[in-house]
């Protein structure tokens, strides 16, 4: 296990033309992630899928992310609306697995258009105006967790259907952010054991998400300082913006460009 884990393996990763650029993807998504409570995903991985593959990139933002923000998550615990929440994350437990299979064996092409699918959706919703002005019901709750659980297995995307159902909504932004910040650390917790179970942890992963850690833990402070003060209409345009830019940066298409 040492030598897994020896001077030369973490220069294999740092020396690869590949890491500049994900050093860059972290820096941003951690600032993102800050900001807004959620974002991280919508960011993060199309841009890695591009530049490694999309195995690679759920794993190094679970490693990342969840090491990264559970400190800033435990604050949010007293926060959020645990009546909103918690539906949400039994449901999206049920069916954290079956995307977990869908990582390991679905063609990672297709993956990673179900993400510009996904995020594209997202985005139309919010622009359209639409807006959910009732109190969450339980059976929306469920809903909404039984699709999002899908996304965080596969790919660790589990964020679109509960940034439309809590978003566009009523609650004010602080609200949103701690539901958003509690449900997607929730999922993580559950990705982690089976993520495990069927071998997705190697040893080149483990090491890039050490060496990422501590970058998408500074640009998360300095976006969680930006947070502050911030209107609910800042808020909400600036989560637009990050919708709308992960949703160009996903597509395939400019895979060339990125490499």
Known sequence: MTEVFSAQAFNTVIYDPR??????????????????????????IPLMAAIYEPRVAAITLLLTDFTSSAPFTVPQTRRCNWREVAP??????????????ALQYLDQTILRW?????????LAVLVSGWRYHAEPRLSASVGV????????????????????????????????????????????????????????FS???????????????????????MFKGASDTVYR??????????????????DELIQ
Not at 189 to 199: E, N, S
Not at 203 to 209: E, G, R
Not at 237 to 254: C, D, E, G, M, T
């Open 19 to 44: 890491f500049v650029a994900a050093v860059g993807v972290a820096f941003l998504s951690g600032l993102v992630r800050g900001f807004s409570g959620f974002g991280s995903a919508l960011i993060y």
């Open 237 to 254: 345009r600036a989560a637009y913006i990050i919708i709308a830019l992960s949703a160009l940066v996903s597509l395939p298409l400019f």
């Open 145 to 200: 967790g039984l699709f999002a659980g899908f996304g965080s297995g596969a790919l660790q995307i589990a964020g679109p259907p509960a940034i439309i159902y809590w978003l566009g909504g009523p609650g004010s932004a602080s609200i949103i952010r701690a539901n958003l910040m509690v449900y997607l650390t929730s999922t993580q917790l559950v990705a982690f054991p089976l993520y495990y179970i069927r071998g997705l």
């Open 203 to 225: 040893a080149d992963v483990i090491i890039l998400s050490l060496l990422l850690g501590p970058i998408f833990i500074g640009s998360m402070l300095l976006g969680s300082r």
């Open 88 to 101: 949400v994350c039994l449901a999206a437990a049920a069916t954290i697995p079956f995307g977990v299979l």
């Open 114 to 122: 179900g993400a510009v699918a996904l995020i594209t959706a997202l």
